[in-house]
């Protein structure tokens, strides 16, 4: 069993960054796929990036150039860098991991993935 605390988020301006965390449980080495989905009220959870192999990554079209997804395997921690901040960005933010035997790191369902956070809320004002 693996349990990911998420933190970092708050409210920020449009154009802005923030710096949201995930701590686990556990290490999180290239035997973990990695990532990191969304969910705006009254929207489904979409998916926003992917650490596959403990180190190359996948954005989503939405995030890509302004999102960056790193861990530190020492503090078992994963981070997602967020800059250029939108307001369609606001959203509740979680980590999600799952082991990689025999997983589809590429997936981009939720309801694929196996560990979950509690979720941070990051909210982007105009």
């Known amino acids: 069993q693996v349990k990911l605390v998420e933190s970092g988020g708050g409210s920020v301006q449009a154009g802005g960054s923030l710096r949201i965390s995930c701590v686990a449980s556990?290490?999180?080495?290239?035997?973990?796929?990695l990532g990191w989905f969304r969910q705006a009220p009254g929207m489904e959870r979409e998916w926003v990036a992917t650490?596959?192999?403990?180190?190359?990554?996948d954005y989503a079209d939405y995030v890509k150039g302004r999102f960056t997804f790193s861990k530190d395997n020492a503090k078992r921690s994963l981070y997602l860098q967020m800059d250029r901040l939108k307001p369609e960005d606001t959203a509740m933010y979680y980590c999600?991991?799952?082991?990689?035997?025999?997983?589809?790191?590429?997936?981009?369902?939720?309801?694929?993935?196996?560990?979950w956070g509690q979720g941070t809320q990051v909210s982007v004002t105009v």
């Open positions: 556990v290490a999180l080495y290239s035997n973990y796929c």
């Open positions: 650490v596959r192999d403990g180190r190359a990554t």
């Open positions: 999600a991991a799952a082991p990689a035997r025999l997983f589809n790191c590429g997936t981009r369902r939720p309801d694929e993935w196996d560990y």
